[in-house]
């Protein structure tokens, strides 16, 4: 079985599907930093170095969302870059081989460092062994779905998109033209179907250990079960049609970026459940949009200046790195010790430089061979590199 790239609209080349799209690698690093900055709001555990209950308030409320809305971003790209880059003649065991290949060798290394450092020694087998072949958010115990590196329960997710993406491309490339956004608006409603049946349907007891006013089967079944993720994962894949297509209106990256601040505090103010995605991701798939059609018509964006690619390529190490570099350095280091306002932002900046060279080692020592050494069959390593880095 083969993967092929959507149908080509009428009037365009095939060649055009594969323009570079390398500011849609420099942004991942923004997700990313997003979810650091959420995850280091936390005072249990430890994370937030404030103690100035104001200022630590202060720092809870403003990356309140920013984890949430990191991840979904992350969601929607995922699908959208996929069927961007999907190359003619790409079999499904190659695929499936290149995706492995890119997630579990630095989620194992830092899964392994997690249980050295602090997890080992509180955590039995039925709860770490899932976690290492990424089927923990699978269970709805909260001691499994968010164990060993908390982040990388989101990888579950990504492993049930890259399973099925193989037998969804066919389908969607053959989705009418005319009909890509009455399908990108199911999809949205899915959503929101989703937080209907887990706000009147779950369990509400018991509460999250985390305090976030829903109760664990709801927390668990709304945001961490990996089904419930396909949503947006579709989403992104019908997005990268309607780009291919040229069927979206042209939106400058900076009103999109505003849209996503605007979701961003709407989704600060609903209910918990509504604002973990669905009001932020119509803003998101505006902005990958956009940034797309910004690469295809070459219109200049920061984003595609050398640091920034070289972040969005390190992004995925710093994300699976963060906890255990904030978790670690907060509770061996630091004894939880807490900080007046300005020591406390350097702190902060401390952790996010911290966490960018572990996720730099990652990239170097781990991924990047890895990648080199068994991603593609050795008849196939000369050619050209697929469009975009995902």
Known sequence: MTLSPPAVAEGNTAESFRTKLPSLTGIRFIAAALVFFFHAT??????????????????RTLFSQ???????F?????????????????TVTGFWRRRVLKIFPNHIVMWALAMILFAGAVTPVSTWLPNLFLLHSWFPQHETFISVNPPSWSLCSELLFYLLFPFLLGPIKRIKERTLWFWAGGMVVGMLGVQLVTDFLMPQNPPTPEGFGVSLWEFWFGYNFPPVRMFEFVLGMILARLVMARAVPKVGIIPAAVLCVVGYVVAMVVPFLYGLNLVTVIPIGVLICAIARADIDGTPTFLRNRTWQWLGEVSFGFYLAQYVVMYTIRTRLMDEKLFSPFPAILVLISFFFATLLVGWL?????????????????????????????
């Open 42 to 59: 936390f005072s249990d555990p430890p994370m937030n170095p404030f103690a100035d209950k104001a200022w630590e308030e202060g720092f």
């Open 66 to 72: 920013a984890g949430w809305m990191g991840v979904s």
């Open 74 to 90: 992350f969601f929607v790209l995922s699908g959208f870059v996929l069927t961007w880059s999907a190359r003619p003649g790409d």
């Open 362 to 390: 990652l990239m170097v020592c781990v991924e990047r061979p890895v990648m080199r050494r068994w991603a593609r069959p050795v008849k196939s390593r000369t050619k050209e590199p697929a469009a975009v880095s995902h």
